[in-house]
Nanobody
Framework: QVQLVESGGGLVQAGGSLRLSCAAS????????MGWFRQAPGKERDFVAAITWSGGTTWYADSAKGRFTISRDNAKSTVYLQMNSLKPEDTAVYYC???????????????????WGQGTQVTVSS
């Protein structure tokens, strides 16, 4: 079992920045692919970014490319999402998730993730 706790959300003006953190409870954190998803009211949960266990490969949704950066610190069992140039349409609850991954893993598919955090609210005002 892996427990994930997100932090770092809040209210920010358009053009501002936030850094989300997701702390994992388990030492085996460094074997999991980690992802960030977001869900706005009345919408489906959308993929934002993901990173392999080593940090050697990252994936981003088109909406996040060039503005968001995912990273991880395995020594701290923490994954980060640096969000710059925020827009009102980035407003959502952001979730981190952990996946065992493996051959054929599709980072953008929420159902392939094994563990989820409770989410942290990000609100971007115009």
């Amino acid at each position: 079992q892996v427990q994930l706790v997100e932090s770092g959300g809040g209210l920010v003006q358009a053009g501002g920045s936030l850094r989300l953190s997701c702390a994992a409870s388990r030492r085996a954190f460094n074997t999991y692919t980690m992802g960030w998803f977001r869900q706005a009211p009345g919408k489906e949960r959308d993929f934002v970014a993901a990173i392999t266990w080593s940090g050697g490969t990252t994936w981003y949704a088109d909406s996040a490319k060039g503005r968001f950066t995912i990273s991880r610190d395995n020594a701290k069992s923490t994954v980060y999402l640096q969000m710059n140039s925020l827009k009102p349409e980035d407003t959502a609850v952001y979730y981190c998730a952990a996946a065992r991954g493996g051959y054929g893993f599709l980072p953008g598919v929420p159902t392939l993730y094994d563990y989820w955090g409770q989410g942290t609210q990000v609100t971007v005002s115009s």
